[in-house]
Each structure stands twice: as C-alpha cells, then as structure tokens.
C-alpha cells in the first residue's frame, strides 16, 4: 500500500469548515483513498472513500488532486464531537494499514 | 442488525495464560481483520480474513492465532500471554474490502 503523509495535528473552530490534506505522491493506479476517525477510545469509523473524482457523503467531502497524489478531506461545519484522529489511507483491496493520523481539536 | 460485536469488553490475564478474543459479524462481510491499538498510537493490523477458511498475517502476528471457520466468527486467540499484548484489540469487518470497515468496540486487556 502507498504510504501516506498527513500534518500530526491541527486545530479547528466550531462551525467553520475543517480542511484536513494527505500527500500520498507514490499511489498507485488501482489504490482507494480512504479517509477513517478515530474518537477517543473508541473503535475507527469510515468517513469517506474514493478513486479519482470528488466525493461527498453525510459527513464530509473528499477532494482528489488530478494527479492523485494528495487530497483534502472536507468537514463542512466542524463541531466539537468532530474532535478525533483523522486517518488518511491509500489502499487496493484487503488490508486496511492505518498511520499515525491528524489529531483534529474542534475549538468553541 | 448488531454490526460488529466483540467480547469481552475487559479482561485481565496473567502471564502465561491463553484466552480467545471474539468477534462477530452479522452483515455476511466477507472481510475481518484484528487489531491492536497500545496506548497513544495507531492501529497495527494482527490477522486478516478473506472469507471463511482463509486467513492471513498482517504486521504484528506473532503470539496470536486466527481461525476462520464462518463468515460471521473470526476469534482471535493468545497461546500464552505475555505484559507486551496489554493492548486495546479491535475487530473490524468490510463487505468485500473495498467498502468501508465497520469496527467492534473493542476489547480492553491487561496482562499481569
């Protein structure tokens, strides 16, 4: 899988969008971009998930470069349950692999 | 529709002991796959299943066994329990790997 590189941590206010990017230069053509939160202590929820073209859902949008080698997660009205781990995963099919994620902090 | 449940939520071994993780599924994922989380890091990925009768390591194998003999039931087993496998360990499953995961609560274990 394509290793992935995402900032450790960064902070957000309440009810303005949260822009969380991923570099994942070495993709290789038939790997997902899989965005995945962690809340404290609790098992990883899937956010999002896509392939080449922008995708949007109940919880936030993904924005795929043309190049596919970096994206951004969109969370488009942060609140302070939004706060969590933030994993960006680059993958084929099988084997989920997280990283060290983005420690998002939603602030009021 | 229950998703993915794990037992136990707690438990406290001593070393040496074996004892088996569960998990279930009532989705018919094909995918599971084990965990674990020690504290202040990520997720390592222990075991990974394909599909019932099929198993495979992932990055942190050792001192754990996995059997897939149902599509619902993937248990995790320790052979003899040592203080490095205190851990959190999450059981997770996908209906075909492509889509998204859906993660147990988790099984919280202290080795003595």
């Known amino acids: ?108 | 529709n229950a998703g993915v449940t794990q037992t136990p939520k707690f438990q406290v071994l001593k070393t040496g002991q074996s004892m088996t993780l569960q998990c279930a599924q009532d989705m018919n994922h094909e995918y599971m796959s084990w965990y674990r989380q020690d504290p202040g890091m990520g997720l390592r990925l222990i075991h990974y299943s394909v599909g019932a009768g099929i198993t495979d390591q992932g990055e942190v194998p050792n001192g754990y066994n996995v059997s897939r003999s149902t599509t619902e039931d993937f248990p995790l087993r320790l052979l003899s329990a040592a203080p490095s496998q205190t851990s959190v360990y999450f059981c997770a499953s996908s209906y075909d790997g492509f889509y998204g995961y859906t993660f147990g609560s988790g099984t919280r274990l202290t080795v003595v």
């Open chain 1, 1 to 108: 899988d394509a290793k992935t590189t995402q900032p450790p941590s960064m902070d957000c206010a309440e009810g303005r969008a949260a822009n969380l990017p991923c570099n994942h230069s070495t993709i290789s053509g038939n790997e997902y971009v899989y965005w995945y939160r962690q809340i404290h202590s609790q098992g990883p929820q899937y956010i999002i998930h896509g392939l080449k073209n922008n995708e949007t859902n109940e919880m936030a949008s993904l924005i795929i470069t043309e190049d596919r080698k970096s994206s951004t997660l969109i969370l488009p009205h942060a609140t302070l349950r939004d706060t969590a781990v933030y994993y960006c995963i680059v993958r084929a099919q099988s084997k989920l692999s997280f990283g060290a994620g983005t420690t998002v902090t939603v602030r009021a």
